[in-house]
Every structure is written in C-alpha cells, then in structure tokens.
C-alpha cells in the first residue's frame, strides 16, 4: 500500500490486509452526501477468532521485547503519523463529517498521544516491599495482561484508538481493536501505520464489524484477557455483562452530560466562546459536550444572548469546506437529535435558537442547527440525556448551592467546567462536583499534559489518558522472597 488508501473490504489481521471469511463487506457513508465511500470487510465470530488467535500467537514476544524497544517503535509509529496528518486527517473528517481543520487537529492530539507512552514505555515500575525482617524481600511488577480488547465509538475515532492501543502496547500487550463500523477509516490508516513503523505481525488487529456481531464476539471471547470499552451508557453495561462470562477487567469510558457552571463574576469574554466551542465542535458529538449551560440568575438574559448569537453565526458544511461545524454522523443520529429538538418545545422549553427545520447550507447531509433551549427543567429528556449533537439546554441558579445540586443533578459523572473569578469558590466546587475530571475557567483539558481521563457515575470508570493509562493496562504480580 504506497499510500493510506484503505484496501476495499479487508481488516488487519496478523499483519495482513484480509477480507473477512464470509467475503462479508459494510459500506462506510460521507455524512455530508449520505453516499458510500467505502466499503471494510464485516467481521463475524469467525474472524474475531482469526484475530484474537493472532493477538495470542503474538503476545509472549511481544511482552518480552525490552519495553525500550517498545517504545521506539510507538516513536517511530508517532513520527509517522507526525508525517500522514493530512491524509490520516481526510479519512476522519470525511467518515465523520468534521471539518478538515477539526481532523487535523485530532491527528496532532493523536500523535502527542503515541508520542507520550512511547516515551512512558520504560517507564514503568514496581515497588519494593517493607519486610519485618533482612531474612525477606518483597516486590511487586506490573506485567501486561496479554491480549486486551479494544472497542470504541466513531466521535474521534483516531484519538479513541491510540488512547488505549498505545498504553496497552506501551505496557507489552498485544490488541484486537474493533473500530465503530460507522467510522473505521483513520483507526485503520492509524493501524497501517503502525506497522510500517515495526509493530510485529499480531500485536495489533483491526476487526471492523457491527456491534451485536463483531463486539458481542469479542466482548464473549474466552481468550481475551482485558477489555476496554468507549461508547454510549447503554453498550457499556452489555459489555459489563459479557466481561463477566470469563471474569475479565473492564475498563468503561461511557457518555455524558457535562455542564458550565458560570456564575456572575466569570469572565463571559473568555467563557461565552469556549461554552459555544464545548457544543458545536465535531457537531456537539464529543462525550465531553457542554451540553448543560448553568447560569446565575443575574446573568442569564444576557449569557443567553451573547451564547445564542454565536451559535447562530456558526457556519455549517461539508468537511472539505472546512467550515465550523459539519453534519451529524448517521441517520440514526439525525433522527435521535431531531427527535430531542420536537419534544422540548412541547416539554416547556423556550427555543432561543436552531432547532427544527435543521438550517443548513447543504441540504444533502445530515445537519442540525446549532440550537439553544432556555427554560429547560431538570426532569426533561433534554436536561438528562445525552443528546450527541449541537443542542444546549439552559437552566438557571441562585446560588452556590442551588449550582452544585444542579450540576451534580445527573446520572452521568464526566467532566464539569466552572467559570468565576473567584478562586475559593471554584475551589470548593471543584470540590463538590461528582465528576471525573473539572475544568476552572476554561473547557477541558487544555495546557495540562497527560490529563487522566477519569470517569465517575454512569459515565463509567476508567484511569485512562497519561500515565494512569498505562498502569490499567498491567496487572502488578507481588512477589515475596525467604532469602
Ligand atoms: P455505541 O455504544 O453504540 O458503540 C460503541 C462501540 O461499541 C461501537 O464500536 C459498536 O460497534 C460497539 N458495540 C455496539 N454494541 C455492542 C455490544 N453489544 N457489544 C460490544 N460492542 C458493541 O456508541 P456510539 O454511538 O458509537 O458512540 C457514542 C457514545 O460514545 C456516546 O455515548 C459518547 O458519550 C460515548 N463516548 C464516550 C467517550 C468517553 O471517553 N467517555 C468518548 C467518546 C464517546
């Protein structure tokens, strides 16, 4: 393969560009024409098996080449992504419908990733252990499971693939990575990659399938040791119950319903673009959106204003027009949001901006406008659940305490930005916020390197992102020695 073009109707297995043993194929779709811009081979059991079996055959070399030769080669691996980033950048945004610039931007997210643990690779460490006596020694090694299994979403589908693959072969493990069957390209051109910089044949697998065949194999396999899941609430607690068929680790990174938290002191010229970036980038279809705006009473009429114009004056379009915010990824998609948008006016929500007919200068793909909901109420489908798109609902607060039962007022524990000029209070919020990560005047994780990826509640449980990652990828053996 001179290029990245993905092979027509194949997986990577073993090493090897095959098409699946049934010669099934899935097409990939352009959200923003609908049409089929490819087709990858459609993983059944059997070549679930077929992967998993090379994943085996490839994990005891694998584990014991010295962790900096593993390392070099995530570099090298890094170095070419650093080299690809406009193709590996094409092949996102046109599967998921992201501009060019947002693509991009993913792929140097991606190869800081790769980046990181080819350097933490030789990082990791046990303990020596106290003993009551000189006549003992105790230690403990992190060793790598063996054959972990990856599934995740098609939101970021690059970036989703390297922030678990690249832990887990940091850590000596070898992976079967099952891609969202809507969005396989850049995990596949990112897995090309891989080998060309010297991962050896079975040490990373790309199964492409549909969830209830593909993952449910993969997810039941005997021989899997890990599994690592990224998707929505509902798949996770499948997936919880596979893993307990075989009593194999899991690692869930599931959805959310992440607020900003703005009080009246924040400063609304930083805020205001940062809250309309949290819901419109990649289509509000981040796990992380803003997709709860909280705001003090005093302030509200005029945040309000200020969020809705910007998210008015958002330009919608195809990925190659590089515009701010493309389609929605899938029918399905589309018709889950545009359900969301014709139930919460009759719910009592005030529709401020967007919603229903969808507003788009390309009528051919799945768009929504970027919409605004004020007056939305806690017991609203709107204020509970994840929408996965463009769609911000407003509530109001007096208060510290009325901001922090609202911003803990849901089942999911995910990320909760606050703004205020006051350090203390943001201090004793962050505090209080039943969520794994907290972002202070600014959205997400900007400017802090190896951010951990931390879940709580129903968004999940997970230490992944930095160091952390690579330390749930290795389970540590204790040893004690009667010398
Ligand atoms: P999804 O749960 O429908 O699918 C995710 C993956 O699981 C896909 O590869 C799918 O094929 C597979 N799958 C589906 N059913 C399965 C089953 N029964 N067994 C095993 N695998 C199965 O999610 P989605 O629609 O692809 O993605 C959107 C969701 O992902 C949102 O809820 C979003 O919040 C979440 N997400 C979470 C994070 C995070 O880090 N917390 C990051 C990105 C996306």
């Not at 190659?320 to 969301?340: H, K, T, W």
Request: proline share 6%; charged share 20%.
């Amino acid at each position: 393969m001179a290029d990245l073009d993905i092979p027509t109707a194949r997986q990577l297995i073993d090493g090897a560009w095959t098409a699946a043993a049934d010669g099934g194929e899935l097409p990939v779709l352009d959200p923003a024409t609908r049409e089929t811009i490819q087709s990858v081979a459609r993983a059944r059991a059997v070549d679930v098996d077929h992967a998993v079996a090379a994943a085996r055959r490839a994990a005891p070399g694998w584990a014991a080449t010295s962790p900096s030769e593993r390392g070099a080669i995530l570099r090298r691996w890094a170095d070419l992504i650093g080299a690809h980033v406009e193709q590996l950048a094409e092949h996102e945004s046109r599967d998921v419908g992201k501009p060019r610039s947002g693509g991009r931007l993913n792929m140097y997210i991606t190869q800081g990733i790769v980046d990181y643990f080819a350097g933490a690779a030789d990082k990791l460490t046990g303990v020596t252990l106290p003993t009551r006596t000189p006549d003992y020694f105790g230690y403990t090694r992190p060793e790598p499971y063996g054959v972990c299994a990856v599934i995740i979403p098609w939101n970021v589908p690059a970036v989703l693939t390297v922030a678990n693959v690249a832990p887990a072969l940091a850590a000596g493990n070898t992976v079967v990575l099952k891609p969202s069957e809507i969005a396989p390209l850049s995990p596949f051109a990112l897995a090309e990659l891989g080998r060309r910089a010297g991962l050896p044949p079975g040490v990373l697998n790309v199964v492409t399938g549909l969830g209830p065949e593909a993952g449910v194999a993969l997810t039941g396999h005997p021989d899997i040791d890990h599994i690592s899941f990224v998707g929505s609430t509902v798949t996770g607690r499948a997936v919880m119950r596979a893993a307990a068929q075989h009593l194999v680790p899991v690692k869930l990174e599931l959805g959310g319903k992440s607020p900003n938290v703005v009080f009246a002191d924040a400063d609304l010229d930083v805020a205001i673009p940062a809250i309309i970036a949290s819901i419109t980038e990649n289509a509000g279809q981040n796990c992380y959106a803003g997709s709860r705006l909280l705001v003090e009473e005093s302030i509200r009429a005029q945040v309000v204003e200020r969020v809705a114009a910007g998210m008015a004056a958002i330009r919608t379009g195809p990925w190659d027009q590089d515009l701010d915010m493309g389609p929605l990824v899938s029918q399905a998609q589309y018709e889950r949001v545009r359900g969301f948008l014709a139930e919460a006016p009759s719910a009592g929500a005030r529709l401020v901006t967007g919603g229903e007919p969808a507003t788009a200068a390309f009528d051919d793909g799945w768009y929504v406008a970027p919409t605004v909901f004020d007056q939305v109420d806690s017991d609203m489908r709107l204020a509970r659940e994840e929408v996965f798109g463009p769609v911000l609902a407003v509530q109001g607060f007096r208060g510290v305490d009325e901001a922090v039962a609202l911003m803990n007022g849901t089942d999911f524990g995910l990320l909760a930005c606050i703004w205020t000029s006051d350090v203390s209070r943001a201090l004793r919020v962050a505090g209080q916020a039943r969520a794994g990560q907290v972002a202070v005047n600014q959205f997400h994780d900007a400017g802090v390197i190896g951010f951990p990826f931390n879940m709580q509640k129903e968004s999940g449980f997970s230490r992944g992102g930095g160091y952390a990652a690579l330390r749930e990828y290795t389970q540590e053996k204790a040893v004690a020695v009667r010398l």
